[in-house]
């Protein structure tokens, strides 16, 4: 159905768009001096309004014939070859209005090439009007796909959100606490706390679009605690934010596989002494960079050292930014070295 | 009594704790040495030659498949490991038992008693 007749308030408002018109018929009516002031409106304003209701037959022209499928000959020659029929139309029915109104023919007569001219341009119009109507449909509708689209990336981010807690990351605190109960009773409970602490921030995270980076960086410091207690004097953490970049906004859980893998990867394999430093700038753009250096043993097989973590992360980034973020990893010597950068973005309070 | 000696390879030092606990219980169980990385375990293992290895597999320098290449058959290994993904590949190099962390005491004992009893256990090697 047309979209103008699908809601009264809309014809309403079209037909009162027909009113400029009617009444710029009547005054070239009126100069043109063939017939009086009164006759001129008597006879334009029925014209334009029941015309209108003529000129939205162009909105099925307009439908088969789309603006961005359809070449520019082709599309001129439809309208202008269409365009004298309602020409025609509006002469026979000013013709009709005017007998109604009692205007002699004769004293018409003079001003039928005015009123073809008039018919065949309002209807050019009509279809001008009509490609925009289309047009801001084709919008509406694009709007509707995307906000589906993202809803639909959402979804799966909060799939891959649920992947990022690595299982065995449990299993082996589990198993230090099970160490620490008859060890270190006190330990132990303290380890269980920040365990739960961990776990309880990171399923709150997964409702929300995005978080802080500073609020990214305490759940990291967490997951760090508990690892620490794990690893012992192999882990040191180092941290390196500047105070500027806090309230970048980050998808939460983004940082978490990264981290992740600088422990499984990196300081899992090293023998002592492993570094894990987190540093976050802004970058000369706006935006925020945040590194994750860890040391490794170069002489790990390959395998050993490559999660899985990198391309959720990368993909995470894709689906939010675009070509906005990037994420670029490497080894350097005994430093392997993840840099995220994220485009300026304020974090909106939770 | 025949005494057996145990070596415990683990590169976390909670986890080697839990084992020393768990095998403290057993007397007749001497701990022969404590490593926390693969180079460690295939030297002690060549020095001491125990009779029953509990072997992590993720590690620094060696993974636990990679130590038990390089020691070949002579001892009764049990796996013990958050990842259950490596049940087969233990099966294949005739380990004793797998011991996914945590564990329980009970689970611990069966294992233990599978691979310690009077050093009877059936002995681990690279399959041939």
Same mark, same amino acid.
């Given at each position: 159905?047309? &979209?103008?007749?699908?809601? &009264? ?141 993202? /809803? ?22 589990? %198993? ?15 380890? *269980? ?51 500027? *970049? ?5 998808? &939460? ?7 992740? %893998? ?10 002592? %002494? ?19 250096? %860890? ?56 | ?5 145990? /070596? ?121």
């Amino acid at each position: 159905m047309h &979209p103008i007749l699908a809601k &009264p308030g809309r014809l309403a408002l079209y037909q009162l768009g027909w009113g400029p018109f009617s009444a710029l018929l009547t005054l070239l009516l009126g100069y043109a001096g063939h017939l009086s002031w009164g006759e001129s409106a008597a006879l334009a304003v029925p014209l334009c309004h029941v015309y209108a209701f003529l000129c939205l037959s162009s909105w099925y022209v307009c439908r088969v014939t789309p603006l961005r499928t359809t070449t520019v000959p082709r599309l001129l020659f439809t309208h202008l070859a269409a365009a004298p029929i309602p020409g025609g139309l509006y002469v026979l029915l000013a013709k009709f209005i005017a007998r109604l109104v009692s205007i002699p023919p004769e004293r018409l007569a003079p001003d039928l090439p005015l009123l073809y001219g008039a018919g065949v341009l309002l209807y050019l119009l009509s279809v001008a009007f009509h490609y925009v109507l289309l047009a801001m449909e084709a919008s509406r509708e694009a709007e509707r796909r995307e906000a589906e689209a993202r /809803v639909l990336a959402g979804d799966a981010e909060l799939r891959a959100l649920k992947a990022q807690i690595n299982p065995h990351f449990l299993y082996n605190s589990l %198993n230090s606490i099970s160490a620490l109960t008859s060890l270190d009773p006190a330990r132990a409970r303290h380890m *269980c706390i920040l365990l739960s602490d961990f776990l309880r921030s990171t399923l709150g995270m997964g409702e929300r679009q995005s978080i802080s980076l500073s609020e990214e960086l305490d759940l990291v410091r967490r997951y760090l605690e508990i690892e620490k207690i794990r690893f012992g004097a192999r882990l040191a953490v180092e941290e390196q934010v500047a105070a500027d *970049c806090g309230e970048q906004a980050v998808p &939460p859980l983004l940082l978490q596989p990264l981290v992740e %893998n600088a422990v499984v990867h990196g300081i899992a394999n090293v023998v002592e %002494n492993g570094v894990l430093r987190l540093s976050a700038a802004r970058t000369a753009s706006g935006g925020t960079a945040i590194t994750i250096e %860890n040391s490794f043993d170069p002489d790990a097989p390959r395998a050993r050292r490559n999660g899985f973590g990198q391309s959720i992360v990368r993909k995470r980034l894709a689906t939010r930014y675009g070509s906005r973020a990037t994420l670029h990893a490497a080894a350097q010597g005994e430093v392997y070295r993840a840099e995220i950068i994220l485009p300026p973005e304020e974090a909106q309070p939770a | 009594m025949t005494r057996i000696s145990a /070596v415990i390879v683990d590169d976390e030092e909670l986890a080697r704790a839990l084992l020393r606990e768990m095998l403290g219980r057993h007397p007749e169980i001497e701990i022969a040495a404590e490593c926390a990385n693969g180079f460690e375990a295939v030297k002690a293992v060549a020095e001491r030659k125990p009779d029953l290895l509990f072997l992590d597999v993720q590690m620094p320098k060696l993974d636990g498949f990679e130590v038990l290449e390089l020691i070949g058959a002579g001892v009764a290994v049990i796996f013990v490991t958050a990842y259950d993904t490596y049940a087969m590949r233990a099966f294949d190099v005739h380990a004793v038992d797998y011991l996914l962390k945590p564990f329980s005491e009970e689970r611990f004992e069966a294992a233990r008693g599978g691979g310690g009893e009077g050093g009877e256990g059936r002995r681990a090697g690279k399959d041939t």
